[in-house]
């Protein structure tokens, strides 16, 4: 049970605040920020006590989203909820930024309406959320697939009706009423991180990567989406097949909308994906 939700910039102003029971003083902010601030930088946890209420935050960039709560919550179902709210701001905003949040402060608003009630949370589906929130989302540029200009490198043509910006999949999934016919479209980024640790003398110690492939969705709600991995691609201790160089990861996980019945035997995975 939710008493206050607040979204903090790094400066202490607060962007959002919704008092969701009306049993907690408007100071709560103040008191998490001198808290938040007085700590070493990044060493903040994430759940911290001032008589007898729970402060449960997380960070995203330099906004702080909190949640108050004086019941016996568990907060990895708090965290659990920031993260979604986190991941609906963008599915409705196209990103999560201070301006952002500023620009369309009356929709996220709409959408806390709709996600709690009385502190108690109800959803936080973007297909059933997309149905009741009337408000439009206001982006500080607009999207435009053919925003590319007419010549590339050295005079050569870009395709254009094939190549997409890097900010496209950011765009909202509430699409302006005049952008209703542009809905069927996906997005996916594969994105990698790599650490590295190098010992004094310059020897490696160890090295890392962590990779994730990334869906915007447009598709409606029932499409299916057939997505073939290589071969060669090993998960753990499997047996590696095919001819290839071998593709080899520790471990895996998956979106819970991805069916896994072809993946051991033809590398298949098979996607119901929701919007956003």
């Known amino acids: 049970m939710i008493s206050q939700l607040f979204i903090l910039s790094s400066r202490g102003d607060h962007l959002i ?21 007085g700590l070493p ?39 659990q909820f920031l993260n979604r709210l986190v991941s609906l701001i963008k599915d409705h905003c196209g990103t999560v930024s201070e301006k952002t949040l500023q620009l369309n ?12 009630d009385y502190g108690y949370i ?18 500080s540029k607009p999207f435009s697939l053919f925003e590319l200009s007419n010549i590339g490198l050295f005079g050569a043509d870009t395709q254009q009706n094939k190549v997409a910006p890097s900010n496209a999949a950011s765009r ?5 009423r005049s952008e209703q016919g542009l809905k069927t479209e996906i997005f996916v980024d594969v994105i990698e991180r790599l650490t590295v640790v190098v010992g004094a003398n310059g020897s490696l110690l160890k090295a890392d990567v ?56 033809n ?10």
Do not use: W
């Open 122 to 139: 109800q959803t936080t589906s973007t297909d059933v959320l997309k149905n009741f929130i009337q408000t439009q989302p206001v982006t």
């Open 267 to 276: 590398r298949i995975l098979r996607v119901i994906p929701p919007q956003g």
């Open 172 to 176: 909202p999934v509430l699409a302006m």
């Open 17 to 37: 605040y919704k008092d969701l029971r009306g049993e907690e003083p408007k100071d709560t902010i103040n008191v998490f920020y001198q808290k938040v601030t």
């Open 41 to 79: 930088r990044d060493q903040a946890p994430v759940v911290m006590y001032h008589q007898g209420l729970q402060y449960i935050h997380l960070r995203q960039n330099t906004l702080y989203f909190v949640v108050t709560t004086r019941s016996n919550t568990s907060p990895f179902t708090i965290v």
């Open 210 to 265: 962590q990779g994730e492939v990334r869906m915007k969705c447009f598709l409606p709600s029932s499409s299916e989406i057939r997505i073939g991995l290589n071969e060669e691609f090993s998960v753990g201790k499997t047996e590696i097949r095919g001819y290839g160089a071998a593709v080899k990861v520790d471990e895996c996980s998956f979106h819970q909308s991805v069916k896994l019945e072809e993946f051991e035997s």
């Open 105 to 116: 402060f009356a929709l996220i608003y709409e959408l806390l309406d709709e996600m709690l």
